[in-house]
């Protein structure tokens, strides 16, 4: 059974550059009909899609954030990271990763990551 | 864009009652559509895919239907595992997803 982990600070000053990574355990990050994504959420709201990633290396990105991430795979670690720079305190949140599933027609996030905290402040 | 609306944003039910949430989307989305189901400090957790598929060990008691703009997340009996927050999410326009704003099911 897959299961993912985001590590990485919990604290990263204003202006500066959040950096998280996610391992992937229990299956390999190359095979299957998968993407990897990461999903933000501020404490008491929503859910927001911030980008994705597949094993070749192609991506997508949230126009909304685009300018400011940057995803990418290490498939020899069975991981891939994410980089947000010039943070500020809206990008404070929970990040998680999740495997995107994709089909012929449908797609879904399974199974997510637990979540880790990231606070940006000086 | 497509923005999703879910409503009510909060509910209190008992255990036992059958519920319904539901979720609106701002245009035509066919059935990608998918519910998850978030517990205090926990991550989201897949419920039902395209609408109305039941994710492999979801209970029977959950289940989804709707097509277009309207769908709707029902529990048929709810137990006491139950009460947590749901979210729509559309994979219509892949990959700019879009996710509801959350239902929040309290005990009554």
């Known amino acids: 059974q897959v299961q993912l982990q985001e590590s990485g600070p919990g604290l990263v000053k204003p202006s500066q550059t959040l950096s998280l990574t996610c391992t992937v355990s229990?299956?390999?990050?190359?095979?299957?009909?998968?993407?990897w994504s990461w999903i933000r959420q501020p404490a008491g709201k929503g859910l927001e899609w911030i980008g994705r990633?597949?094993?070749?290396?192609?991506?997508n990105y949230n126009p909304s954030l685009k300018s400011r991430v940057t995803i990418s795979v290490d498939t020899s670690k069975n991981q891939f990271s994410l980089k947000l720079s010039s943070v500020t305190a809206a990008d404070t949140a929970v990040y998680y990763c999740?495997?995107?599933?994709?089909?012929?027609?449908?797609?879904?996030?399974?199974?997510w990551g637990q979540g880790t905290l990231v606070t940006v402040s000086s | 864009d497509i923005q999703m609306t879910q409503s009510p944003s909060s509910l209190s039910a008992s255990v036992g009652d059958r519920v319904t949430i539901t979720c609106r989307a701002s245009?035509?989305?066919?059935?990608?559509l998918n519910w998850y189901q978030q517990k205090p400090g926990k991550a989201p957790k897949l419920l039902i895919y395209a609408a109305s598929s039941l994710q492999s060990g979801v209970p029977s008691r959950f289940s989804g239907s709707g097509s277009g703009t309207d769908f709707t997340l029902t529990i048929s009996s709810l137990q006491p595992e139950d009460f947590a927050t749901y979210y729509c999410?559309?994979?219509?326009?892949?990959?700019?997803?879009?996710f509801g704003q959350g239902t929040k099911l309290e005990i009554k």
């Open positions: 990633i597949y094993t070749s290396g192609s991506t």
């Open positions: 245009q035509s989305i066919s059935s990608y």
């Open positions: 999410q559309q994979s219509y326009s892949t990959p700019m997803y879009s």
């Open positions: 229990g299956g390999s990050i190359s095979s299957g009909s998968y993407y």
């Open positions: 999740a495997r995107e599933r994709f089909g012929e027609f449908y797609n879904w996030f399974d199974p």
